[in-house]
Every structure is written in structure tokens, then in C-alpha cells.
């Protein structure tokens, strides 16, 4: 079975740009949740996505958005790039709506913003 | 606010040896206590994960305490293998929709 999968691994991107993150969960999951990892830090919430519906936000601007599709893959956007917006994008999918039953990660997307 | 402090940042071991990294938790709602192991160039992977109503498990050479009470979680690794060299992170989580990440702790363990 395929775990959960995220593209690009590694993007570079300039200051001011969009950039646009994508992940697909295990198969039969239907809840995705990103994650900001900076670089010696633990991972950061950013959304949970839940049956294609948002079902929570954590303290980043709106500069940050997702969506979440039929298929239950999902996107994460980030406009206006920050140079501060590097680090690594985390995908956990879960089978439910919530963290408590287990994440599973995906290796995520290195962004360097430049 | 809610906050997960994690000791020791780093640690290092001789092959064989115990290790132990320590949590403590601000959100008095917390009842899910997970741990993860991330390697290098991969994503945070579950190693073993605790609920509120129980004050211990075991899963081979790791376990996981939880003292309510006091608001701290303990990560025991026995019979340590160099394959163990990693970044450990606890979390909680409340029963909402997200988990709150410790600041990590490099574990080495050498020969």
C-alpha cells in the first residue's frame, strides 16, 4: 500500500511568489492536516481538512490557505512569499477527523524561499 | 496558552544504554500523548502513543509514562542500538484537530 505522498520534495522559490503544495493520503483516509516544520523545531499545525471540509486553523496568516478534493488529496497554497516561510511541509493523513487515533506523516516538501 | 517543553535537547548514549527524554504540557485538556521518531530527509514517524486513562505502556525497549497530575510524559528507550539515532518529538493532542509539537531531542547513540 502506498503511504502518504507529497510533491514536489524540494521546491525553490522567490520572495513574493506562490507557491502551490500538494498531498495525496492513504488510501480509505479521509482526513488530511498540514504542518510547518522550521528547521530545529517540531512541527507547527497549519490546517486540518476533514471529508473535503476545513476543520481547523492554526495561527498563521492568511497568506496560508488549503483545500481538500473529492478524492480527498488535498493542496496547500502560500501567497506572497516570506523568506521566513521555509521549512519543511508536513501531510499527515488519518483515517478520522482528528489526530487521537494516528498520523501518518508523508516525508514532506522542503521550500526555500530565496 | 498551550505548550510542550522537551529535555534534553540532545543526548547521547553508548550502544546498550537507556535513554529518557522528558514532557511537560500546559493544556489540562490533553488526553492523547504521542511520540515520533523522525530520521533525516523523512517525515515524523509514530513509535508509541499514550491516552489519559493510563499511566504506562510498553512496546519492547520503548515506553511511555504520563503523570496527569504534574502535566509530564517520559519516552524510555532500553538496550540502545545505533539504529535509534534519530530526532524524538512528544505531542499532545486535546481530542481536537490538532497536535502540539515538543522542540525535539537529537538522540545519538554511539558504539
Known amino acids: 500500500d502506498a503511504g502518504v505522498t507529497q510533491s514536489p520534495t524540494h521546491l525553490i522559490k522567490t520572495r513574493g511568489q506562490h507557491v502551490t503544495l500538494r498531498c495525496s493520503p492513504i488510501?480509505?483516509?479521509?482526513?488530511v492536516s498540514w504542518y510547518q516544520q522550521v528547521l530545529g523545531q517540531g512541527p507547527q499545525f497549519i490546517f486540518q481538512?476533514?471529508?473535503?471540509?476545513?476543520?481547523g486553523r492554526g495561527n498563521f496568516p492568511d497568506r496560508f490557505s488549503a483545500r481538500q478534493f473529492p478524492n480527498y488529496s488535498s493542496e496547500l497554497n502560500v501567497n506572497a512569499l516570506l523568506l521566513g516561510d521555509s521549512a519543511l511541509y508536513l501531510c499527515?493523513?488519518?483515517?478520522?477527523?482528528?489526530?487521537?487515533?494516528?498520523?501518518?506523516f508523508g516525508s514532506g516538501t522542503r521550500l526555500t524561499v530565496v | 496558552g498551550e505548550n510542550v517543553e522537551q529535555h534534553p535537547s540532545t543526548l547521547s548514549v553508548q550502544e546498550g544504554d537507556s535513554a529518557v527524554i522528558k514532557c511537560t504540557y500546559s493544556d489540562s485538556a490533553s488526553n492523547y500523548f504521542p511520540w515520533y521518531k523522525q530520521e533525516l530527509g523523512k517525515g515524523p514517524q509514530l513509535i508509541i502513543d499514550?491516552?489519559?486513562?493510563?499511566g504506562e505502556k510498553k512496546d519492547q525497549r520503548i515506553a511511555v509514562t504520563l503523570n496527569k497530575t504534574a502535566k509530564h510524559f517520559s519516552l524510555h528507550i532500553t538496550e540502545t542500538q545505533p539504529e535509534d539515532s534519530a530526532v524524538y518529538f512528544c505531542?499532545?493532542?486535546?481530542?481536537?484537530?490538532?497536535?502540539?509539537f515538543g522542540t525535539g531531542t537529537q538522540l545519538k547513540v554511539e558504539l
Open positions: 481538512y476533514y471529508e473535503k471540509e476545513e476543520r
Open positions: 505531542a499532545n493532542g486535546g481530542g481536537g484537530n490538532k497536535l502540539t
Open positions: 499527515a493523513s488519518s483515517l478520522t477527523g482528528g489526530p487521537n487515533y494516528g498520523y501518518t
Open positions: 488510501s480509505g483516509h479521509k482526513s
Open positions: 499514550i491516552r489519559s486513562n493510563v
